[in-house]
């Protein structure tokens, strides 16, 4: 209590704008989840590092939020700080904040007739979640159109990052506590980007449960594997805890109805892996 209440100052004296025991669920693509200690919003650099040396100094944990996809949080919350970059959401030709939307990068860069994004066309993330995690599909991954990456390091410090030392590698990357404020794309004009763009919506709009409250896939397809496949083929298509369900369109999709407690996507989770034990989660639990 004593470390909140320090942390709680902290912030007030530092002029940081935050909200105390902020629900997460409406901040998250599957809408389950319960309340964040401290939802800090940075606006600059300065307010960043700010964040990092009071929660240093108060010993509290810090985590990062993009969109909400690919996340889980549990019904009872998270304790510290979640510092959401909502404020670092600027374009600047290829040079592209943390907070700006992925599936709007896509878009716009297929649009100006530059090839690499449009790969990822669909994948709901901000960008410096995106970097974080790898994202991809089976078209791509973001790590093949980065350059550089801007990271703030936990002890406060600024840093670019080359492609090769952030450590891209299958829905990973090397990047520790260090957070993402800003990354750098390397994309070249080409033919038929935006019609690229196109083929890759109409696929996930007939194949994925668009739409829905899902956190995107929930499992990593393992090696020579397809999870979804996988969950089909044990006859999981609809299955059902609560308010959360399989996915009839792809199975490795669990959808909230809109009752869902993450309690009950946690069961229907451990459901599926008493049946496919090499099953590894792709979504981050909190």
């Known amino acids: 209590m004593l470390a909140v209440r320090a942390f709680d100052a902290l912030l007030r004296e530092r002029g940081v704008p935050y909200h105390a025991e902020r629900p997460l669920a409406p901040y998250t693509t599957m809408k389950v989840g319960g309340p964040a200690e401290f939802l800090v919003e940075p606006r600059t650099p300065e307010d960043l590092a700010a964040v990092f040396s009071a929660a240093r100094e108060c010993d509290l944990p810090v985590r990062f939020l993009g969109s ?26 290829l040079h592209v904040g943390a907070g700006y939307s992925l599936p709007r990068l896509c878009k716009e860069t297929a649009a ?69 404020i800003a990354a750098g794309f390397d994309l070249r004009p080409g033919e038929g980007a ?49 308010g959360a369900h399989v996915s009839r369109k792809h199975a490795n999709f669990i959808v909230n109805d809109g009752g869902a407690t993450a309690s009950d996507v946690l069961a229907l989770v451990e459901r599926i892996r008493s049946r496919i034990p090499a099953l590894e989660l792709e979504v981050e639990v909190w």
Not at 71 to 90: E, P, Q
Not at 157 to 178: C, I, N, P, W
Not at 196 to 225: I, S, W
């Open 68 to 93: 909400g996809a690919n996340l889980l949080v549990g019904d009872a919350g998270t304790r510290g700080a979640v510092i959401y970059l909502r404020h670092f959401g600027r374009r600047d030709g």
């Open 112 to 180: 100006e007739g530059l090839t690499g994004l449009e790969v990822l066309a669909g994948i709901p993330a901000t960008v410096g979640g995106a970097v974080r995690m790898n994202a991809g599909g089976k078209h791509g991954e973001i790590a093949s159109s980065v350059l550089y990456v801007d990271v703030m390091t936990p002890a406060g410090d600024l840093r670019r990052m080359s492609k090769e030392q952030v450590g891209f590698r299958y829905r990973r990357t090397s990047l520790d506590g260090a957070i993402v």
């Open 194 to 242: 935006r019609a690229r763009y196109d083929a890759v919506m109409d696929e996930k709009r007939k194949a994925q449960p668009l739409g829905t409250h899902n956190a995107g896939c929930m499992f990593k397809n393992p090696p020579g594997g397809h999870a979804g496949r996988m969950i089909d083929q044990c006859g999981l298509k609809g299955e059902r805890v609560g």
